[in-house]
């Protein structure tokens, strides 16, 4: 069982940056796909990025390309979320997840096999 934490959360202005963590605990991340997740208030959850277990393979929505960076280190078994240049339409509840297989986090439509409980990122204009 691998249960999942994120932090970094929070209200930054619009241009500005955030880190989300999301650090596991119960079983080593290693050898697990991670991804992060978000969703606004009455929309659909959107899938964000993607990192393979290894770290060598990275995907992002294309929203969210050139300005979001997704990266683990399995050593502190934590996953991040590096987000600049922020905007108002990124304002949602951000969600980490994990799963044996890269399809598992690849898409809106995945369903991992653990979530964290999510973290509120709201970006003012």
């Known amino acids: 069982q691998v249960q999942l934490v994120e932090s970094g959360g929070g209200l930054v202005q619009a241009g500005g940056s955030l880190r989300l963590s999301c650090a596991a605990s119960?079983?080593?991340?290693?050898?697990?796909?991670m991804g992060w997740f978000r969703q606004a208030p009455g929309k659909e959850r959107e899938f964000v990025a993607a990192?393979?277990?290894?770290?060598?393979?990275?995907y992002y929505a294309d929203s969210v390309k050139g300005r979001f960076t997704i990266s683990r280190d399995n050593a502190k078994n934590t996953v991040y979320l590096q987000m600049n240049s922020l905007k108002p339409e990124d304002t949602a509840v951000y969600y980490c997840?994990?799963?044996?297989?890269?399809?598992?986090?690849?898409?809106?439509?995945?369903?991992?096999?653990?979530w964290g409980q999510g973290t509120q990122v709201t970006v003012s204009s």
């Open positions: 997840a994990a799963d044996p297989s890269l399809r598992g986090v690849l898409s809106k439509s995945a369903t991992p096999s653990y």
């Open positions: 119960g079983r080593t991340l290693s050898t697990n796909a």
């Open positions: 990192l393979s277990w290894s770290g060598g393979s990275t």
